[in-house]
C-alpha cells in the first residue's frame, strides 16, 4: 500500500487531453496531479513537487515528450516516465526506448490503463526511494548548501540516494525573492534534488519557533539517515540559528554533520574531510545557477571554490574534499566514492 498519494506531473499542450488525464488520475487513482503546457518550468516542478511519475506527450512546443525522457533521466533518475502518442510509429517507440521511457502509450489512453501504469510505476518509484537513505541539507538562504555541501550533494545522488535541500529564507536582503527562487529551483534540478523553500525573514531567522517547527515538519516527513547543514561556528545569525534549530529536530538522526561556510569562523574544526573527485564540476554547475549573486559574492568564482576544495584535500584523500564537523555519528551512512 501507499503511504500517501502518489505525486504526477501530467505534461501535455492539449489543454482538453492535460485536463482529462489529470482528472482521471486524481479522481480514479487519487494521485496529487500537477498540470503543465509546456515543459519551460519542468525544472522548478521537478525541484519543488518531486513527482513520482511525469506523463507527457510525445510530441511538446520546445521540447518533445522524447527529449524530456532523457533529461528525467539525467535530474530524476528513478522517476517513472509515461510517453503518450496519437501517431504510432516504430520510430517513436524505439525512441522512446532508447530514451529510457518506461511506457509507451497509444492516444486515446483508456482510463484504466493509465491508471494500472502510473500506480505500477509510483510504487516502483517509492520502493527505490525507500531502499536508499535519504540525505537532508538544510541551510539558511538560497545558495548555502549549495557551497557548503554542493560537491557532497552531488555525489550522494550518483550513488542514487534521495537528496532534499531545506532553505528557510529566500534570502531577500541578497537580492530579488522571485530570483532567488528561481535559481535555487535550477540548483536543485542540476542534480535531480527536492528543494523545500521557506520564507523566513532574511538576516532575523529565530532559534525556535517557527524556524524548529519547520525543521521537526520536514524530518518527520522524509525521514532522513543523514542530515547536513550549518556550523555554529559561524559570525552569520541566521547559520547559528539554523545550526540550533537543527540539531533539536534531528535529535533522533544518527547521522549529523556541519558543513563550512563562506561566514565560518575559525572555530569551524572539521574532523571529517570527505572527497568530491568526479563532482567538482557539478558543484560548480549548482553554484553557476545563483546568477543574481555572481560578481557580488567572490566566494561563488569557481576558482575560489577550486582552491577551497583544494586546500582541504591536504587532510583527506583525493585532489578535492569538503569537509565536515562531524557533530553525530551512530553507524550512519556517510559518502563513499564510487569506483
Known sequence: MIASALRVVVLDDDPDVAAYTGTV???RAGCEVVVLH????IAGTLARFDPDVVV??????????????GVLREQAPDVGVVVMTAHVSVEYALEALRQRADEFLTKPVVAAQLVEVVHRLGERHRAARAARPVVLAVGAHPDDVEIGAGGLLAAHRTAGDPVVVLTLSR???????????????????????????????????????????IVERVVEEVRPAVVYTHSTNDRHQDHR???????????????????QSPSATV?????????????????????????SQAGIREYLEPDFVRATARYWSRFGTGRTVEPLEIVRDTGGITYKPQA
Open 241 to 259: 540559528a539554523v545550526h540550533a534549530a537543527t540539531m533539536v529536530a534531528t535529535r533522533a538522526i544518527g547521522m549529523v554533520a556541519c558543513f
Open 56 to 69: 507527457t506527450d510525445i510530441e511538446m512546443p520546445g521540447m518533445s515528450g522524447l527529449e524530456l525522457a
Open 38 to 41: 509546456d515543459a519551460s518550468d
Open 171 to 213: 534570502g531577500a536582503r541578497g537580492g530579488d525573492v522571485a530570483d532567488r527562487q528561481g535559481e535555487s529551483e535550477a540548483a536543485a534540478a542540476v542534480i535531480g534534488a527536492r528543494l523545500i523553500l521557506h520564507d523566513l525573514p532574511d538576516t532575523q531567522i529565530p532559534v525556535a519557533g517557527p524556524t524548529l517547527e
Open 267 to 291: 572555530g569551524f574544526r572539521p574532523n571529517r574531510f570527505v572527497t568530491i573527485d568526479g563532482h567538482l564540476d557539478t558543484k560548480l554547475a549548482m553554484l553557476a545557477c545563483f546568477a
Open 25 to 27: 488520475l486524481e479522481r
